[in-house]
């Protein structure tokens, strides 16, 4: 009881830590966006076809895009710190619906690429280190070393000729099939399907990452002193590599995904292009375009809070591995 | 590093076969980037033939694309351009996060706080589409390009130095040069730089692979410099054609992965010569 | 012979090609009796460790392997059995003890968790019962609460602590044989004294064969029943304690012997009544923590050095002494200014050097000379020589010429050739760089010397060296010495006075000849009855200095 | 997303920006003559196919105008309604009747691509094209048009001129009901006109600039009263162009911010239902459709893909069944366009005539000279672009006027300047005699050039630009930004010296032609008009006069002159005329029955699986 008391301490601790952060993230990327040529009316104005300057300014008005810089900024800021991230321009919607909207498929994408990749890099980078310089390890280095060289979007590419059109095992693209509109474990099961090739490709790259990572620091455990006197116990090899090394070996590549958290979902945005997965770094490259600084923003702060929320998980996580960092 | 340094390097360096393949495909590719003018003496933008011939057709090695340009010429001059963009980054990375984490490792206290909570705040903004926000708002040149790379590359270097230069402040070497009434500049310059310089490097050669890599996605999304040959234009370029005319995204697409895998392999060898510790693994 | 635990018949180690030598171990014969401790003694790269390690078949393989000898364990030959059956008797019959017990345990494994393992791979017992002995086992090596660490994770534990738990474990089955590697180098003297104590407690105990492997005479003279000296991979003499200890017959025996200071005082010298420093009410507190908009957590207070007052007088040696986390390096630390003290004074000849800036601080800098304990980690492996002796001069303003000048006369000084000047550190062995560490401190005419710890990673031969270098200089350049030390060996050969130091406090300063005659403190007391072979005094052909 | 990463369309200029009428459509009013445009060259056995197939669709519904005692009537026609007796009516003519299901098959979704996605779905706000390919099934106007332009009804059972021409009465459907169940009435025809369109619709203030108010004496009729005849107003009042909304709905609130843009409530054929941003918006069958019998699907699903190639995957492997305005590149056609299960189209885009085209700031050094502006067009190989760029679809340029027009007889023939093959020595000569030298370097000029940020297609279109360019001596640097930034340049800072660009010419060039040209069209800040800033007082006069002259022949006569002007002076070079693309699974029927192609209802459409 206790010990979850100090937990969620902690954890509101960290958070609290990470406000200025995030806050600094907004601050910087509002100026940055205004740096910018053009605006929300420019775009908006330029799709609609005909818009005289007078029009404009009234839009631009309507948005609040006619006051001073830092007065946009205290107002966007007032909001936000009340739990308001504004209204889109361009969608004619509350930002927070919007992102929220596309939170579950980034979330959904990213998860099951962090699973995949730190998964089966553990499981290959394992397997890689306990038959060094065999052809099991060869083979893996070599896999690793071209899928780490290989640039996502081709990969996606020959994903979608190769499983979607030649093989047909998997959909094209999407989330779900739209034509169907399934329901309940249906609808579960048609999203995993669609989820097949983004996740791949996506974590193909981060695959490669781990596996080495995890490599490397199966062989650095394996050489160290409590691995000797393991042995002068007699204990079996096998005990040795997943109880007392895989353990000792994990907490670099634990600490490797958090860090890779913000640069996922960064990359994801060319995925999701490929395999028009609804995700958030598509709507940001959109809203980027369209110049819709307070969706944009939204999208930064949101992606922030889950960087921050995904490296606090997996400090948690690590606490739990290693007993020598305590979470307080 | 004086020549016995060099030589001892090279007779650690060479113990890892891979990374002397590496090396060797890098340095054709180097070869191949200096010598773009001479074997491919036109503008690679010119339009030399039949549009969208196949390899080996047309007097074309690796086809053309659907302007009737030379993927093969287009290849040559885009090595000199990736190479440079990667190196350039990386170098601009790796100054800035040396410095942002040399200051934060070195100093400590509210420095080291300030920086690394900077630091922290470009890890925490989704990496790529900072990039393209960056692109976006200097508009796409080449040196847009480097600097948005530079920028959401630095703060894995600074993290890195800061780490060194914690460790190595409080070596006894460093210790010395404070007895000695050394000034801060020439103990982080003279005395800790050097001595971080091994992983500085090693993590600099696999930036240099990234870097093209980011180059490569960003003219996918059509950010690259239209002026300017590179494998990521060449690729940006063919993929609407991609089923049409394989060739024209697949060899550059070839040449990005060759030139990441080769770098790759020699910041590999790199650290297994540098890291001493590590070196009875192979 | 027979009745042997063991006998190690004409072994030979390869080291992998290319090395310096073709083996680490030549030709080496050994036998253990039950109920007998074997010390092998040696410097460092003697191949001690690489001989135990080939007991257990852990040689780091695939490089380092048996080539030639047999090494008789009961009717096997350990060199020729299976992984299966070596693993058999690994922890059962014969089991080790390492130096470093925090890297020797798994880091995120209980000690409950660790010892288990012994029983689960080598006794049929219900989870209950492991746990039931593991806590007895624990119990026997007298750790406190053995019910709460069975639970507790390494690092939770103190050194001394870790090391019990590893010897708990090893004899948790009581295995016929107990290698034991430098277990006590990395701990404490107070701490060794009782480590020791119980080795041989539970070895006689449980009948075990220990063979201790070790690099001080003073532990083999405490523990040793047979004695085996190696040198360059070679076992050079070999004995009874009493015989090699005391009458040893090899030349280079002999040497090791002669080089291990005495822990009688050396003779008393002329004092001089000039004080050259003075500190007084030095206080020094380490805060951790706090950071950011106080968001980093609660701020955390070390005081390592609270009021602490001494005072150096020209000429004279001041040794500085006490165990690990005393407080005496942050002591020297602050005095050289690489620490920033938060109260006292540190007076030279009157001038208070603890408020000064950094420029203020310069022309003081050249006054007041370090010389540091790890002679790897203490020279920028990147910088030659000669730079590194004539760095201190040039910054001080000097001319590059009169620089260069000086740190070749220093490299002479030092007892290292001229050539010296235009290499790289990693060419020098560990003493010869303590020299150019030396040289560096004596670059800038320093008036006073701060030592610390700087003959403690060598080995005992050239520790004797270097002691003898530092005694010379003191007095050829009429220099004032601080000598941080925790070997109270060394400490009565080179130094006049002795200051004690305990949780940050002096607890007593004196005479050299009279803390060792009449220590007035209980600490400093236990201190000197810690000290291994205090009762063994070697034949000595002449005394230091 | 504006478009950057986008690859291959030939264009996606709808789904990009609306169309940049202005409010030169007032001046539609007194064109006279025959506006019909024809579009699609034809050539193909396949799409003959679709046409065929087609004519028996028209034929049947000509066929039931007539029943209905209702003449084919041309747009011409309607324009000079003014001077036809009496008023005109069209008799209630239910459609669904005469439309009793021969082969349709009813049910099915139906999956068409939606790119980009649009903003929101407030046809009513914005002409913006993406919109423009759902609003028109959920919303429906007075009026449809068939494929030859003529007026068939829609909301409106028939309507009425007067006299005068100022007094226009609609007689409206009985038995509408929006989809929330509440009964259509003329209040809501009042409401829309009067207090929507005429106040937030880009182009409803000029189309309705004459009404001065709507009368409604009962619920099914809604007269139009006019300050002045405004015939042109009638081509205006399809569901794309002037969508009727629910007043229930808006009434009390800005039109700009209300929920209903993004959850519309129409009268048409489909329901809206969900709207998964990024993903798809799903529209359902309108059971109470006052159409009876109608619509034949299930359901209608717009997907967004924002990659182009995926779009092409899913299009090949059956996953949508249509894509509109360049949705798949043109690379791909070519490819997708020999599969058996796949048709393509250019039919659907008769009403917007685009025409690629390079404008120049003629104020400013190198391209103030109209020589150096005639050796740039004289040096570009307009037909390499069309075969390579665009994989053979379009049309070299020979005038500033499309050939289109040349069935309104506008089109002048025989132009300099206009070759469609480059012809470099001639470009050179015309520099060298206009003393424009080379340097040592050969280069006599330099610049930059702007490219459209609308597709990867104008970047390779650049490319050749800039290689071609190169051969006579000018030295061409590209410069692709993203669209706000572009916009800006080009239009509100007059931050460029050569820009690639695309206008609609519309059906009449009074709408897409003259805000080139025009002294009057110089609008900083304004997009989309004379950027080039070229002004010609002799050009001015012939643009008026062309815009009121009422006979054919004169008026032909004028454009003439305008023509000749321009193809010396060369403000703006035109490039070709485009030619957009409709992709369709085969298995879809029947979704061709309207002048609006992809912007229609499909009401009609049904899938054969």
């Known amino acids: 009881m206790n010990h979850s008391v100090k937990r969620l301490r902690y954890v509101l601790k960290r958070l609290l830590q990470a406000l200025p952060i995030v806050l600094a993230i907004v601050v910087v990327n509002f100026f940055l966006l205004h740096m910018a040529e053009g605006d929300a009316v420019d775009v908006l104005a330029g799709e609609a076809g005909s818009a005289t300057p007078e029009y404009m300014a009234e839009l631009r008005q309507k948005f609040g895009l006619d006051k001073p810089l830092p007065v946009q900024l205290a107002i966007y800021l007032k909001n936000v710190l009340s739990f308001d991230l504004g209204y889109s321009f361009r969608h004619e919607m509350p930002v927070s619906q919007l992102v929220l909207d596309r939170f579950v498929p980034t979330l959904l994408l990213m998860v099951s690429t962090i699973l995949l990749a730190v998964g089966l890099g553990i499981v290959l980078g394992l397997i890689a280190a306990v038959g060094l310089n065999t052809w099991r390890d060869n083979l893996i280095s070599v896999f690793a070393l071209v899928t780490y060289a290989t640039p996502l979007f081709w990969v996606g590419l020959m994903m979608i000729v190769v499983f979607s059109l030649n093989l047909g095992w998997f959909p094209t693209s999407g989330m779900e099939n739209i034509a169907a509109f399934h329901t309940g474990w249906d609808r579960v099961w048609d999203i995993a399907h669609h989820l097949v090739l983004p996740t791949i490709t996506l974590s193909l790259f981060y695959l490669a990452l781990y596996t080495r990572l995890m490599r490397a620091s199966m062989l650095e455990q394996a050489g160290m002193d409590y691995v000797t006197t393991a042995r002068a116990k007699g204990v079996t090899e096998r005990r040795i590599v997943f109880v007392h090394v895989l353990r000792n070996a994990l907490l670099p590549v634990v600490t490797m995904a958090g860090v890779q958290v913000g640069a996922l979902i960064g990359g994801s945005v060319i995925v999701e292009s490929v395999f028009a997965w609804p995700g958030l770094g598509m709507l940001a490259f959109e809203a980027l375009f369209a110049r819709d600084l307070n969706l944009l923003l939204g999208i930064f702060l949101l992606s922030a809070l889950l960087v921050v929320a995904v490296n606090l998980v997996v400090d948690i996580v690590y606490s739990l591995l290693d007993p020598r960092i305590e979470v307080s | 590093m004086t020549r016995e340094n060099l030589a001892h390097f090279w007779r650690l360096y060479r113990r890892n076969y891979s990374a002397v393949a590496g090396l060797a495909i890098l340095a054709a590719i180097i070869a191949l980037a200096a010598t773009a003018h001479f074997f491919f003496p036109d503008d690679p933008f010119k339009l030399a033939g039949r549009p969208m011939s196949p390899p080996a057709t047309g007097g074309f090695l690796l086809g053309s694309d659907s302007l009737g340009r030379d993927v093969a010429a287009g290849i040559a001059h885009g090595a000199k351009t990736s190479l440079l963009i990667g190196l350039v980054a990386t170098l601009v990375a790796v100054g800035f996060g040396a410095l942002m984490g040399g200051l934060a490792g070195y100093y400590g206290g509210w420095i080291d706080d300030l920086l690394m909570r900077t630091t922290e705040m470009f890890q925490t903004i989704p990496s790529f589409v900072f990039a393209i926000l960056l692109v976006a708002i200097m508009k796409p040149s080449i040196e847009s390009i480097v600097i948005a790379i530079a920028v959401v590359s630095w703060p894995a270097v600074a993290r890195l130095v800061r780490g060194e230069f914690l460790s190595l402040r409080n070596r006894e070497f460093v210790q010395a040069c404070h007895t000695l009434g050394m000034s801060d500049l020439r103990i982080m310059l003279g005395e800790i730089l050097p001595n971080c310089l091994s992983p500085i490097i090693v993590t600099g050669s696999l930036m240099v692979a990234t870097a093209i890599l980011i180059e490569s996605g960003l003219s996918f999304l059509g950010l690259g410099d239209p002026n300017i040959m590179s494998w990521g234009f060449l690729i940006g370029a063919g993929r609407t054609v991609l089923r049409s005319a394989w060739w024209v995204c697949t060899f550059p697409g070839l040449a990005i992965l060759i030139t990441v895998l080769a770098i790759n392999l020699v910041g590999e060898g790199f650290n297994d010569a540098l890291n001493p510790r590590l070196r009875e693994r192979r | 012979m027979t009745g042997q635990l063991l006998e190690i018949r004409d072994l030979h180690v390869a080291l992998p090609e290319g090395s310096e030598r073709r083996y680490a171990v030549e030709q080496v014969d050994l036998e253990l009796a039950p109920n007998e401790i074997l010390c092998v003694v040696g410097e460092s790269g003697s191949g001690k460790s690489l001989t135990a390690r080939a007991v257990m078949g852990l040689l780091p393989a695939p490089h380092v392997k048996v080539e030639k000898g047999a090494i008789r364990f009961g009717q096997e030959d350990l060199t020729r059995v299976g992984d299966a059956r070596l693993r058999q008797i690994r922890g059962s019959e014969i089991s080790m003890i390492f130096q470093e017990p925090m890297t020797a345990l798994n880091p995120v494994m209980t000690i409950g968790d660790q010892i288990d393992e012994v029983f689960r791979f080598h006794a049929r017992m219900g989870r209950k019962e492991r746990r039931q002995k593991a806590t007895a086992l624990l119990d026997d090596v007298h750790l406190p609460d053995p019910a709460q660490i069975i639970g507790a994770y390494p690092h939770e534990l103190s050194g001394g602590q870790r090391q019990r738990a590893m010897i708990a474990m090893a004899l948790a089955l009581d295995p016929k044989i107990l290698i034991a590697d430098e277990p006590t180098t990395a701990l404490d003297v107070t701490t060794q004294a009782q480590i020791l104590k119980l080795i041989k407690e539970l070895q006689a105990g449980h009948d075990t064969g220990v063979l201790f492997i070790t690099h001080d005479f003073g532990v083999v003279a405490d523990i040793a029943d047979r004695v085996a000296v190696m040198q360059q991979g070679r076992v050079v003499e070999a004995g009874s304690a009493d015989k090699v200890l005391n009458a040893p017959e090899h ?259 004196g005479s050299t000849g009279e803390i060792f005659r009449d220590p007035q403190d209980a600490y400093t007391k236990d201190l000197l009855a810690a000290v291994p072979g205090r009762h063994w005094l070697p034949a000595r052909q002449d005394a230091i200095a | 997303m504006q478009a950057k990463e986008e690859g291959g369309q030939p264009a996606r200029p709808e789904a990009r920006r609306g169309e940049p009428a202005s409010d030169a459509l007032l001046k539609t009013l007194t064109i006279p003559g025959k506006l019909t445009t024809s579009a699609a060259t034809r050539d193909g056995t396949k799409r003959r196919e679709v046409e065929a197939r087609l004519d028996i669709t028209r034929a049947r519904e000509t066929r039931s105008n007539r029943d209905a005692g209702f003449g084919r009537l041309s747009l011409g026609d309607i324009m000079t309604m003014k001077k036809l007796i009496g008023g005109l009516v069209f008799a209630a003519v239910l459609v669904t009747g005469s439309f009793a299901a021969q082969a349709q098959k009813a049910g099915g979704t139906f999956v068409f691509l939606v790119q980009p996605e649009p903003p929101s779905l407030a046809s009513y706000l914005s002409t913006s094209g993406p919109i423009g390919l759902v609003a028109p099934k959920i919303y429906e106007g007075l009026l449809d048009y068939d494929t030859d332009l003529n007026p068939v009804p829609a ?140 619509p034949y699907l299930d359901r209608v699903v717009g997907r967004f893909i924002p990659d182009a190639s995926t779009r092409t995957a899913a299009m090949e492997n059956g996953e949508v069944h249509y894509g509109a305005y360049g949705a798949i590149p043109n690379v791909d056609v070519v490819r997708l366009r020999e599969m058996d299960h796949i048709g393509v189209t250019t039919d659907g885009y008769a009403m917007i005539n685009p025409v690629s085209l390079i404008e120049f700031d003629t104020t400013r050094p190198p391209f103030d000279k109209p020589e150096v502006r005639q050796a740039i067009s004289m040096a570009l190989d307009r037909q390499f672009l069309i075969d390579n760029i665009w994989f053979g679809y379009g049309k070299p340029a020979t005038s500033a006027l499309s050939t289109n027009f040349a069935a309104t007889g506008l089109y002048a023939e025989g132009m300099p300047n206009y070759p469609a093959k480059a012809d470099v020595a001639a470009a050179k000569k015309i520099l060298d005699d206009a003393g424009v030298a080379p340097d040592a370097d050969g280069v006599r000029a330099s610049a930059v050039l702007d490219l459209i940020p609308y597709g990867e297609d104008w970047r390779r279109a650049g490319e050749y630009m800039k290689q071609a360019l190169g051969d006579i001596g000018i030295k061409v640097e590209l410069r692709y930004e993203d669209v706000p930034t572009w916009l800006k340049r080009i239009y509100a800072d007059y931050d460029f010296r050569m820009n690639v660009n695309y206008f609609y010419q519309l059906p009449d060039p009074v709408l897409g032609v003259h805000r080139h040209y025009g002294t009057d069209q110089i609008r900083q800040g304004t997009h989309f008009v004379n950027s080039s800033r070229y002004s010609n007082p002799k050009l001015d006069s012939l643009l008026a006069a062309g815009a009121t002259e009422a006979d054919a022949t004169k008026r032909g006569a004028i454009y003439k002159d305008i023509q000749s002007i321009l193809a010396e002076d060369l403000p703006v070079v035109n490039l070709f005329e485009m030619q957009f693309l409709t992709v369709y699974n085969k298995k879809l029927k029947d979704h061709e029955t309207s002048a609006l192609g992809a912007y229609g209802s499909f009401e009609r459409a049904w899938l054969d699986e």
């Open chain 4, 155 to 294: 909301l409106a059972e028939s309507f009425e001129v007067s006299e005068d021409g100022k007094t226009v009465t609609f007689k409206l459907q009985k038995g509408v009901t929006w989809h929330d169940g509440k009964p259509f009435t003329s209040a809501d025809v009042q409401f829309t006109v009067m207090e929507v369109l005429s106040k937030v619709h880009p182009r409803g203030p000029n189309s309705f600039r004459e009404v001065t108010a709507i009368e409604t004496p009962d619920e099914h009729t809604a007269v139009f009263k006019l300050a002045n005849p405004a015939p042109y107003m009638l081509r205006a009042l399809s569901a794309y162009e002037s969508p009727m909304v629910p007043k229930h709905l808006l009434e009390g609130q800005d039109p700009r911010n209300a929920d209903l843009a993004n959850n519309p409530v129409g009268t048409g054929p489909f329901k809206f239902v969900e709207w998964k941003k990024g993903q798809y918006v799903r529209l359902d069958k309108n059971e109470n459709y006052w159409k009876e019998g109608l």
């Open chain 3, 251 to 509: 030349p280079y025996t002999r040497d090791l012997i002669a080089a291990v200071p005495s822990l009688v005082p050396r003779a008393a010298r002329q004092r001089s009544a000039e004080p050259v420093l003075q500190v007084q009410g030095l206080t020094k507190v380490y805060r951790s923590g706090g950071g950011f908009f106080g968001l980093g957590g609660k701020e955390r207070k070390v005081t390592a050095a609270k009021e602490v007052a001494l005072e150096l007088r020209r000429g004279e040696t001041l040794g500085i002494v006490g165990e690990s986390g005393s407080g005496k390096s942050t002591v020297a630390r602050c005095i050289v200014r690489l620490n920033d003290a938060d109260e006292g004074q540190i007076l030279l000849h009157g001038s208070d050097l603890r408020p000064l800036g950094r420029a203020a601080m310069r022309p003081f800098r050249a006054k007041i000379q370090m010389v540091f304990q790890d002679p790897f980690a203490s020279l920028n492996p990147r910088t030659r020589v000669g730079r590194i002796i004539a760095q201190g001069p040039l910054i001080q303003g000097q001319s590059p010429a009169a620089a260069q000048d000086r740190a070749r006369e220093l490299l002479e000084i030092v007892g290292l050739d001229a050539r010296a000047f235009d290499r790289y550190p990693h060419e020098f062995s560990g003493g010869q760089r303590q020299r150019i560490g030396i040289a560096r401190a004596l670059a800038l005419d320093p008036e006073v010397l701060v030592a610390d710890e700087p003959v403690s990673a060598l080995d005992v031969s050239i520790q004797a060296q270097i002691l003898r270098l530092l005694d010379e200089i003191r007095d050829r350049l009429s220099l004032s010495m601080i000598f941080i030390t925790h070997d109270l060996r060394v400490a009565a050969q080179v130094c006049d006075r002795i200051a004690v130091m305990r949780y940050g406090v002096v607890v007593e300063t």
